[in-house]
């Protein structure tokens, strides 16, 4: 007896949701940046549901190169971030305005 893949969309939305609404709400650096690495979990999620319910190992594949690129992001993501606390000792979005004339 197997999960039926309605459930696993649900999940999904329900994480993407919450990782939209940290996105629009939050003013911290690295709150928003976990609330992306949410909204891409919850696209692997779909990814693995339907990959196992078509019998497919694309969707797998996709998901663990997802992941690698997602690692990758958050170490460069931290590094920007570290940049910016060091030039303006603060995290908050609502300070950063670098690109403004």
């Known amino acids: ?51 196992d319910h078509l019998q497919v190992i694309g969707g797998q594949v996709f998901v663990f190169f997802a992941l690698t690129v997602a690692a990758a992001e958050v170490a460069i993501g931290l590094a920007i971030i570290i940049a910016l606390h060091r030039s303006k000792s603060t995290i908050n979005v609502e300070e950063f305005n670098l690109l403004k004339w």
């Open 1 to 51: 007896m197997s999960v039926p893949v309605f459930y696993y969309v649900i999940l999904s939305a329900i994480v993407f949701l919450t990782g939209i609404v940290g996105v629009l709400i939050r003013r911290n650096i690295i709150a928003i940046l976990l609330s992306i690495e949410l909204m891409l979990n919850a696209t692997n999620i779909n990814f693995v549901a339907f990959s």
